[in-house]
């Protein structure tokens, strides 16, 4: 199980991981030894996903989920496979309490009499302020 701080746990038997060779400097042991990896973790057809979660994660608009609903995390950091597959593991942790957050509905509200009237007076000051420096400018 993958352990999260919000509920659900995401069994292991939905995730998919790919061991690749990384990229960029390493010495011999970028080419020979594969220690990137590759996590898919299937939002759409997840069976541990509460539906409400599972239309949140699908409606970020995040590069890693692709159009049937995968999400893939690519986890090449580090020079072990065993760091790369935590810090992938972690990535994922992070992508569902992100969803599993649930945004607080905006309670619309009127601005009240004293500060609109607050706000005119205001505008008002600022008018005659520009109007005493275009008088005083001619004089």
Sequence with gaps: MLGMNTPPDIPENELVERFVRSAGPGGQNVNKVATA???????????????????????????????????????????????????ARERLRAFIAAGAHVPKKRVATKPTRA?????????????????????????
């Design 37 to 87: 990896v590759e996590l898919r973790f299937d939002i759409a057809n997840s069976p541990t996903l509460p539906d409400d979660l599972r239309a949140r994660l699908l409606a970020r608009r995040d590069r890693r989920v692709t159009g049937e609903g995968v999400l893939v995390i690519s986890a090449q950091r580090f020079r072990t496979q065993e760091r790369n597959r935590e810090d």
């Design 115 to 139: 500060s609109k009237e607050r706000r005119l007076e205001a505008k008002k000051g600022r008018g005659s302020i520009k109007r005493e420096r275009a008088t005083r400018q001619w004089d």
